[in-house]
């Protein structure tokens, strides 16, 4: 009989098992290919492998202007000689209460945004991310069998890279003022293709203190182009979500259950 999964009581033990074969399975880059996958970066790569666009001018003048507000791009004092961010070996930070003195990843350098990044070399760059993810994926099983959910006011892409969230109020966060949403409830089996996006992911671990875990986000990576979806089950309910003190917004939740099949 399969042992039920709480979130509350589980999630911690779950995330170091996770945590620990991340690293072991994968490599440095394959897990900043991953990182990028749950940035908004996201949109931009499933769009390139589906040709809808080909022209993302726009989303690199946004990048260079996030990437000029943290300091990041024109501050050549933060890079060392050969363009990675510099570390600060001695600056102490915390995780999952867990001291530890390594560094947060960088979506500007993983996508190599510079002053003189260009349509062409954006394009280049994401499709080297798009056969990395390709990559991890293969050599990466979920090794369990555990509920996932997405939330969209759309219907689900099954081309789509996907975020899932083992946790279903996480995945409603994202769209707490929609009137109407769609939850979709995908069961992952242990042979799934999946990478969940534990603290490896987050971090680059060159001073081997990174604590084991996913204190950051209870997210899973999945390619749906590649998973077999079996629906299961539909039904519709509604909640009562407090906005303020006065406000209370009646949001109606569509739930479609999908199970991976072997």
């Known amino acids: 009989m399969e042992k039920a999964f709480d979130y509350n009581e589980d999630i911690e033990q779950l995330g170091k098992e996770m945590d620990k074969k991340n690293r072991e399975k994968l490599s440095k880059e394959d897990c900043d290919n991953v990182y990028i996958s749950e940035t908004s970066t996201l949109e931009d790569i499933n769009s390139l492998r589906k040709e809808e666009k080909d022209n993302f001018d726009k989303r690199i003048e946004d990048l260079k202007q996030e990437a000029l507000k943290t300091e990041i791009l024109f501050s050549s004092e933060d890079f060392d000689i050969f363009g990675a961010i510099s570390e600060d070996k001695t600056k102490i930070n915390t995780l999952g209460n867990i001291k530890h003195r390594e560094i947060k990843k960088s979506k500007f350098r993983i996508l190599d945004v510079t002053k003189n990044t260009q349509n062409e070399q954006y394009i280049k760059r994401l499709k080297e991310i798009i056969k990395g993810l390709d990559k991890a994926l293969d050599k990466s099983s979920f090794g369990y069998n555990l509920n996932t959910y997405c939330a969209s006011v759309l219907p689900l892409d099954t081309e789509d ?16 003022n929609c009137e109407k949403v769609n939850l979709y409830n995908i069961k992952l089996n242990e042979n799934t293709k999946a990478i969940p996006l534990t603290n490896i992911i987050y971090y680059d671990n060159n001073n081997r203190t990174l604590p084991l875990g996913m204190d950051i986000s209870d997210k899973v990576l999945v390619d749906l182009r590649k998973l077999k979806l079996e629906l299961k089950k539909q039904k519709l309910f509604r909640i009562n979500q407090e906005i303020d003190d006065i406000e209370v917004l009646t949001k109606i939740i569509c739930v479609y259950e999908y199970e991976v099949s072997l």
């Not at 899932?164 to 707490?176: D, S, V």
């Open 161 to 176: 890279y996907n975020i899932l969230y083992i946790n279903p109020k996480n995945a409603l966060e994202e769209l707490k």
